[in-house]
């Protein structure tokens, strides 16, 4: 069996009497690919936060490659190789693509290295024509496309992916599913997401988030068919 | 940054040298000093503001310190060398713990200009209750609302009788601000410029990518108050007198309005900024007609109104449309990118 890569146990989020996330138990392996699903509020993307270390369980711990990372800040998560992709495009506007792209790579390069890596990134996502332009005047799928890019850079052996596809095209979709595969050839990802088309797509283990807890782990095919969790994610009488 | 670092420096030391020659056939070098110091004040804030995204609201109060280390500091030693010194690492210090406390206490923006603000308050009463005889530091006196007067001035490094004054010391503000001005261009073209830059369009990103933001704001908020404090040093010698006027919110707010109506993220902005309305408000005080700060804050309104980018912006602007290359569109670039390709294959 592959190492484990993220273990989260009995990890709890409450926000005044709301429990977002309720002991939550949950380990990924190296190069798996996985996907977290879920209704509204199911606690996802709670979970997602208490992993990134934008915000701090107030139960529980979180380990990374046997390291307890439960109280460390964003930038230590991030400098142990993990790649992260927030919810909203976390990008720099007024930027161009290269400098997006490099100021990613320059964390782990040093600078002719960074330049390499950058120009090596922007040649396998295609944004050669756009190298140099200002990422705010670019198209919403090109942007999530640059952030994937800069996530990519660091070499991560995890990433850890907030709703990639929303509001994407399906031949921008379609790319980001090549990439995904791409980057799961290196690295562990986990990836929170609401199309179920999409995740159908990279056809993977799923796991299922109903009001802050697991409510199952399979593979999207049985999950899918399972009466339970279309009750609960399609909001269909069982 | 687009350019080359080399033709930048030349660039910067043809335009200085030129200046320095033309600048005192107009204006007398006495006016010009003061204008040149502002400058380099106003470019302290443009750096951290313009660049980092941290709006500091008491930029003075490092530009006073600078001033009262300098002034304290001559009197107790004699010699200019130390002082000057001095006068830029007590505020660098002085602002590296007051930011680490701000930004390792993660606050936003509206209560950084808050505490900066107050911070500038706090300095500005307490050398204004500085009037008694207890209030010494060394053997030299704070004087309250007097001031400090009778320091030593700025002297040749190691001769304290070979003052530097008049134009002689006009011709040495001028180098000292445009040996800052170099040192910022480096500065914002090595990685910790890029990444500061990559910081003030989002926090966010850069510490999910790993960089410790907190830190690396610190830092360029202390090297912006070292610039501050030199400055002020400067200013001190100019005027060869210290007074808490220089901690004052007015003082404050003219940096700040200097930056916006120079142009902010650039370099030459907030130093044309300053100079051009140090000048203006210079000129202004020779008539009583109309009240300064009135003008002042009209010029910043119109500013704000019609021309937010500011000036050096605007006229970079101008002259892309009427001389430069024009901006290539996306389409051209794509097919500009195409047949390079074709022509490597």
Same mark, same amino acid.
């Given at each position: 069996m592959?190492?484990?890569?993220?273990?989260?146990?009995?990890?709890?989020?409450?926000?005044g009497?709301?429990?977002?996330?309720?002991?939550?138990?949950?380990?990924?392996?190296? /190069?798996?690919?996985?996907?977290?699903?879920?209704? *509204?509020?199911?606690?996802?993307?709670t979970?997602?936060?208490?992993?990134?270390?934008?915000?701090?369980?107030?139960e529980?711990?979180?380990f990374? /490659?046997?390291?307890?990372?439960t109280t460390w800040?964003?930038?230590?998560?991030?400098?142990?190789?993990v790649?992260?992709?927030?919810?909203?495009p976390?990008v720099?506007?007024?930027?161009?693509?290269?400098?997006?792209i490099?100021?990613?790579?320059?964390r782990f390069?040093?600078?002719?290295e960074?330049?390499?890596?950058?120009?090596?990134?922007?040649?396998r996502?295609?944004?050669?024509?756009?190298?140099?332009s200002?990422?705010?005047?670019?198209?919403h799928?090109?942007?999530?496309?640059?952030?994937?890019?800069?996530?990519?850079?660091g070499?991560?052996?995890?990433?850890?992916l907030?709703?990639?596809a929303?509001?994407?095209?399906a031949?921008?979709v379609?790319r980001m599913?090549?990439?995904?595969h791409?980057?799961?050839k290196?690295?562990?990802?986990?990836i929170?997401?609401?199309?179920?088309?999409?995740?159908?797509?990279?056809?993977t283990?799923?796991?299922v988030?109903?009001?802050?807890?697991?409510l199952m782990?399979?593979?999207?095919?049985?999950v899918?068919?399972?009466?339970?969790v279309? *009750?609960?994610?399609?909001?269909?009488?069982? | 940054?687009?350019?080359s670092?080399?033709?930048?420096?030349?660039?910067?030391?043809?335009?200085? $040298?030129?200046?320095?020659?033309?600048?005192?056939?107009l204006? +007398?070098t006495?006016?010009l000093?003061?204008?040149?110091? #502002?400058?380099?004040?106003?470019?302290?804030?443009?750096?951290?503001?313009?660049f980092?995204?941290?709006l500091?609201?008491?930029?003075?109060?490092f530009?006073g310190?600078?001033?009262?280390?300098?002034?304290?500091?001559?009197?107790?030693?004699?010699? %200019?060398?130390?002082p000057m010194i001095l006068?830029?690492?007590?505020?660098?210090?002085?602002? $590296?713990?007051l930011?680490?406390?701000?930004?390792?206490?993660?606050?936003?923006?509206?209560?950084?200009?808050?505490i900066?603000?107050?911070?500038t308050?706090?300095?500005?009463?307490f050398? &204004?209750?500085t009037?008694g005889?207890?209030y010494?530091?060394?053997?030299?006196?704070? +004087?309250?609302?007097?001031?400090?007067?009778?320091f030593q001035?700025l002297?040749?490094?190691?001769?304290?009788e070979? #003052?530097?004054?008049?134009?002689a010391?006009?011709?040495?503000?001028?180098i000292?601000?445009?040996?800052? #001005?170099?040192?910022? %261009?480096?500065l914002?073209? %090595?990685?910790?410029g890029?990444? $500061?830059v990559?910081?003030?369009?989002? !926090?966010?990103?850069?510490?999910?990518?790993?960089? =410790?933001?907190?830190?690396?704001?610190?830092?360029?908020?202390?090297?912006g108050?070292?610039?501050?404090?030199?400055?002020?040093?400067?200013?001190?010698n100019?005027?060869e007198i210290?007074?808490?006027?220089?901690?004052s919110?007015?003082? %404050?707010? !003219?940096?700040?309005i200097?930056?916006i109506?120079?142009?902010?993220?650039t370099r030459?902005?907030?130093?044309? +900024?300053a100079?051009g309305?140090?000048?203006?408000?210079?000129?202004?005080g020779?008539?009583?007609?109309? =009240? &300064?700060?009135l003008?002042?804050?009209?010029?910043?309104?119109?500013?704000?109104?019609?021309?937010?980018?500011?000036?050096?912006?605007?006229? $970079?602007?101008?002259w892309?449309?009427?001389f430069g290359?024009?901006?290539?569109g996306?389409?051209?670039?794509?097919?500009?990118?195409r047949?390079? !390709?074709?022509?490597?294959?």
């Amino acid at each position: 069996m592959a190492e484990i890569v993220l273990e989260t146990q009995g990890l709890t989020m409450r926000f005044g009497g709301v429990v977002a996330a309720n002991n939550v138990d949950f380990k990924l392996r190296a /190069r798996e690919l996985r996907c977290l699903i879920g209704p *509204n509020g199911a606690g996802k993307s709670t979970f997602f936060k208490c992993v990134t270390g934008l915000q701090t369980p107030t139960e529980g711990q979180v380990f990374m /490659r046997g390291e307890e990372t439960t109280t460390w800040m964003p930038h230590q998560i991030a400098s142990l190789g993990v790649g992260i992709k927030t919810q909203t495009p976390n990008v720099m506007d007024s930027l161009t693509v290269f400098e997006n792209i490099w100021l990613a790579a320059r964390r782990f390069h040093d600078v002719a290295e960074a330049n390499r890596k950058t120009d090596e990134a922007i040649e396998r996502l295609a944004l050669g024509g756009i190298a140099r332009s200002d990422l705010g005047q670019l198209a919403h799928g090109e942007r999530q496309r640059v952030e994937l890019g800069l996530v990519a850079v660091g070499d991560p052996w995890l990433v850890l992916l907030d709703e990639p596809a929303a509001g994407m095209s399906a031949e921008d979709v379609e790319r980001m599913t090549t990439i995904i595969h791409e980057l799961n050839k290196t690295a562990a990802i986990v990836i929170v997401e609401h199309d179920m088309q999409f995740i159908r797509s990279i056809a993977t283990q799923v796991t299922v988030f109903h009001q802050g807890s697991v409510l199952m782990e399979d593979h999207v095919d049985k999950v899918m068919s399972d009466p339970m969790v279309r *009750n609960v994610y399609l909001g269909k009488k069982a | 940054m687009p350019g080359s670092l080399q033709k930048d420096v030349l660039i910067a030391v043809v335009v200085t $040298a030129l200046l320095i020659w033309l600048m005192p056939l107009l204006i +007398g070098t006495y006016t010009l000093t003061v204008l040149v110091i #502002y400058g380099m004040l106003g470019l302290s804030l443009g750096l951290i503001w313009g660049f980092g995204g941290i709006l500091c609201f008491g930029q003075a109060a490092f530009f006073g310190l600078g001033a009262y280390t300098y002034a304290i500091a001559a009197i107790n030693i004699g010699e %200019s060398t130390l002082p000057m010194i001095l006068a830029v690492l007590v505020p660098a210090v002085f602002a $590296a713990l007051l930011g680490a406390m701000m930004f390792y206490g993660r606050l936003t923006d509206v209560y950084l200009g808050v505490i900066t603000l107050v911070v500038t308050l706090i300095l500005f009463k307490f050398i &204004n209750s500085t009037a008694g005889p207890q209030y010494v530091i060394g053997t030299a006196r704070l +004087g309250g609302f007097n001031g400090i007067p009778g320091f030593q001035t700025l002297n040749v490094p190691g001769d304290p009788e070979a #003052y530097i004054w008049g134009d002689a010391y006009f011709y040495v503000c001028a180098i000292a601000l445009a040996l800052v #001005y170099l040192l910022v %261009s480096v500065l914002l073209r %090595s990685s910790f410029g890029r990444i $500061a830059v990559g910081i003030r369009e989002n !926090e966010t990103r850069l510490s999910l990518m790993g960089y =410790d933001v907190r830190a690396r704001k610190t830092v360029l908020f202390a090297v912006g108050a070292a610039i501050a404090g030199l400055a002020g040093a400067l200013f001190a010698n100019w005027g060869e007198i210290v007074t808490p006027n220089l901690f004052s919110l007015g003082q %404050s707010a !003219e940096i700040i309005i200097w930056c916006i109506v120079g142009g902010l993220g650039t370099r030459l902005g907030p130093i044309l +900024g300053a100079a051009g309305l140090a000048y203006l408000k210079f000129l202004l005080g020779q008539q009583s007609l109309v =009240d &300064n700060t009135l003008i002042t804050g009209l010029i910043l309104v119109l500013f704000v109104l019609f021309l937010p980018r500011g000036v050096v912006p605007a006229l $970079a602007g101008l002259w892309r449309i009427s001389f430069g290359r024009r901006p290539l569109g996306r389409i051209h670039q794509a097919r500009r990118h195409r047949r390079r !390709e074709r022509g490597h294959g």
